[in-house]
């Protein structure tokens, strides 16, 4: 910057500018530039001309003249300043430049398949300290609920966007400063005085003028209603008391719901739903976990459940139906050669390539996704797709449902509580721990015949566990 401003001193602009004139301010006879140094000063900052050069003095006194010369030598060049230059006169000798000092905390990628979310709730407060990567907030989306982490550690200054906002990848949600200048903290009782302050109290004056203008008002009022209004009518036998809306609370639907609610009823809207039921004996499978749930634990470090015998269960039943892991694609089927599960609950995770696990990559799959779905950390790619979704409705105590199926898949299996029931065995009356199960499907690609077997299958298998060896 210092050789273009030479280059236009030499260029022959001789004239002084305006900038020029007003350099000349009045000194004492005799002193020099330096003398300033020891008095009170008036500080002009040219941060953006002169780059080191920052601090120029002068020393009014009455009568008298004196140049304001810089402590640098930029006299030679000051008069030929460009009048398009905003000169700003400070009252302080030196101004930290602040930049990089502040960053800004934006909603992080979503996901292929999200384009935007809700801002559920701040995790922290303007003012607060916070880390680098500590969430400060939470966004909400159709499927799950994202951090909103801090790029670096400092102070939050204040929050740009406000709860319920709808917001995208990017959007900024707070500005946060990493040495903590700046910031005002907001303590709660700041605001109530205000909103709550009573008014100020009237003077005795005006309460005397007040006084006498209820007696005036009350004396006609109290002599009207003798004989004019009528009693207020009672409400009829018929008439519905409903409850006070006091008694009421309304609350907004989570993002989260009203996806759910919208996919749920866009499915009872889309398919030709129709569920088939079986029940299901699992003696054999319960002695089956009871015999090596030590052993597999040791060798596997997981627990033994009944959830991994339904999920190979219906895998083999989705290979000997096809048409069940298929879907509807406009005029066309989609046949898929590979088994994805989904296990339902309020989220959906899935198991990926489920056809090439055995019992403990099941088990293992099922715990690592239940974690993450309880922690609230699991990924929007592992719920995406998914062939077929199996609903275990019976850890709640359902004994019999019709589950709804998950789009854009074409069925659903639900499981459902073991109880006790009297059933007949070889001749004989015995008790049996029994389950029912249902598949829902799409009767516009799946026929009765083909759920019937099914669930079939699943009942052979999970009754004898020994034709998954055997593949019989």
Known sequence: MLGVLRRKAASGASSASVYGKSLYKHKPVGSTPRACSAMPEEIIHYTRIFGNVRTFCHLPLAGRAMPLMPERHTRKFVHHLQQDFNVQIWSRSFSSNTEGDIVEAVVPFMGESISDGTLATFLKKPGDRVEVDEPIAQVETDKVTIDVNSPEAGVIQKFVAKEGDTVEPGTKVA???????????????????????????????????????????????????????????????????????????????????????????????TFALLTTFNEVDMTNLMKLRSDYKDAFVEKHGVKLGL????????????????????????????????????????????????????FAEVEKGINALAKKATDGTISIDEMAGGTFTISNGGVYGSLLSTPIINPPQSAILGMHSIVNRPMVVGGNIVPRPMMYIALTYDHRLIDGREAVFFLRRIKDVVEDPRRLLLDV
Do not use: W
């Open 175 to 269: 500005i946060i400063s990493k040495s903590g200048e700046g910031v005002t903290h907001v303590a709660p009782s700041d605001e109530k005085p205000s909103e709550k302050a009573p008014p100020p109290p009237s003077s005795p004056a005006e309460e005397k003028k007040e006084k006498p203008l209820p007696k005036v008002e009350t004396t006609p009022v109290v002599e009207k209603p003798k004989g004019s209004s009528p009693p207020p009518p009672r409400p009829s036998a018929t008439e519905p008391q409903l409850p006070p809306k006091e008694r009421e609370r309304r609350v907004p639907m989570t993002r989260l719901r009203k996806r759910v609610a919208t996919r749920l009823k866009d499915s009872q809207n």
């Open 307 to 358: 959830m991994s015998g339904f999920v190979k269960a219906a895998i083999s039943a989705l290979q000997k139906q096809p048409i069940v892991n298929a879907v509807i694609d406009g005029d066309d089927i989609i046949y898929r050669d590979y088994v994805d599960i989904s296990i339902a609950g309020l989220v959906v995770p899935v198991l990926r390539n489920a056809e090439n696990m055995n």
